[in-house]
């Protein structure tokens, strides 16, 4: 069960992850190069398309499987638990960073997408949501890490 709920989690938590670092390093500079307009208006399809069934599976599949690889680990006293644990508690820092920073950005820079200033727009999104989402990465790559020591762990 352990090798189950490890693998679990490694592959959603490799998917957010890839998608985090993906932004952080071609989306956002890509899109740096582009002009106002295009830049609200492609972040505003992108926020949108990202509301599917793989990206959700992912995202909560992430949250869920690592919680439940802690919670296996715990029960049954591997020393799995911690790192398992720590893993969980990484991913959760990025949720609540995504629900708190980036996705308010996101609604805001949506009824921008609608207007008639999307300089401003983009004034008020690009910066803070590149930041936050740089948070994200590394909450992330903590959590990857230490879901690698939980793997190692595991093993004994």
Known sequence: MLIFLLAAS?????GISGL???FACAVMPGLRRAD???FVRTMSHINSA???????????GAFIS????AIYGWVNGL????PATLAWAFYSASLAITF???IPLNNRLDQHARGSNPGQGRIEFEARWILWNIHRCWLCLAAVLCLCLAWASGAR
């Open 10 to 14: 490694s592959a959603t938590l490799a």
């Open 50 to 60: 990202i509301q599917n069934p793989w990206f959700a599976l992912g995202f909560a």
């Open 79 to 82: 020393d799995a638990a911690l």
């Open 20 to 22: 985090y670092y993906g």
């Open 66 to 69: 690592l919680g439940a690889t």
């Open 100 to 102: 708190a920073r980036n």
């Open 36 to 38: 106002d307009a295009t």
